[in-house]
């Protein structure tokens, strides 16, 4: 049980210290003329890095509060760098073919509502590829696989703790995807590869491995919709 408050209270603690980072961060931003309305991006952008570095610092935070080696960490060594690789391509062939699969079922998916800016100033898309190696798959990595499913594996088992962190993960997106038709879809869609991911964190035993395979899933998504919206295909 102690598991599951640790990570309600993680969770909560993360979400609290994202608004404050925001609102300070917004406040900052304000005061050199960048707002959502004068320089969109730049402000998006903006925000996005806070909030994934305030979820950074927490689990930092709550690492060195711990301080019992709950992450697996390490300089990657080449079984990691294989497992990077397989890895990642197994996500992208398992998002790819669930993505065919919805369509064929006739299921409609919720965009993400970063997908919706990105739609109207394309740069965007350009722009968030870095960052997902830099906050976006370091901050969720660490949060949910590391210390989330860190502690349910802890508490039930290998095999429970993926699940579970997977289902968290999904659930955690929801704000994110706006409400409306398709978000059971995206729901189950980010189910199943925060479980990959999972997997390969506890094949890995290295949280840098799910960190890239994340990153890099990101940041084709990112790059597909950048072709889109500019019309190239």
Do not use: C, K
Not at 68 to 77: A, I, K, N
Not at 116 to 135: S, T, V
Not at 211 to 216: E, G, K, N, P, S
Not at 219 to 225: E, M, S, T
């Amino acid at each position: 049980m102690s598991a599951v408050v640790h990570a309600a209270l993680l969770l909560l603690g993360a979400l609290v210290a994202a608004n404050v980072f925001i609102v300070l961060g917004v406040s900052l931003l304000d005061g050199i003329d960048i707002t959502e309305q004068s320089t969109p991006v730049l402000y998006d952008l903006s925000t996005s890095a806070l909030q994934f570095l305030a979820f950074i610092g927490v689990s930092l935070w709550y690492l060195l509060w711990r301080s019992d080696g709950l992450v697996g960490l390490r300089v990657p060594t080449r079984s990691d760098l294989l497992l990077i690789v397989g890895g990642t391509l197994a996500l992208i062939a398992v998002m790819l073919s669930l993505e065919i699969l919805m369509d064929l079922l006739g299921f409609e998916t919720a965009e993400n509502v970063t997908i919706d800016r990105g739609q109207a100033h394309p740069e965007l898309f350009l722009l968030l590829i870095p960052m997902q190696f830099l906050f976006t798959g370091p901050a969720e990595e660490l949060l949910f696989r590391g210390i989330i499913q860190g502690l349910f594996r802890r508490a039930y088992g290998i095999i429970p703790g993926i699940l579970l962190a997977g289902a968290v993960f999904s659930l955690f997106h929801i704000p994110a995807l706006g409400g409306g038709e398709g978000v059971t879809a995206v729901l189950l869609i980010l189910f199943i590869s925060g479980s990959l991911l999972g997997v390969l964190y506890e094949y890995s035993g290295n949280i840098i491995v799910p960190i890239v395979a994340h990153a890099v899933w990101n940041a084709l998504v990112f790059g597909n919709q950048y072709v889109q919206a500019v019309g190239m295909v």
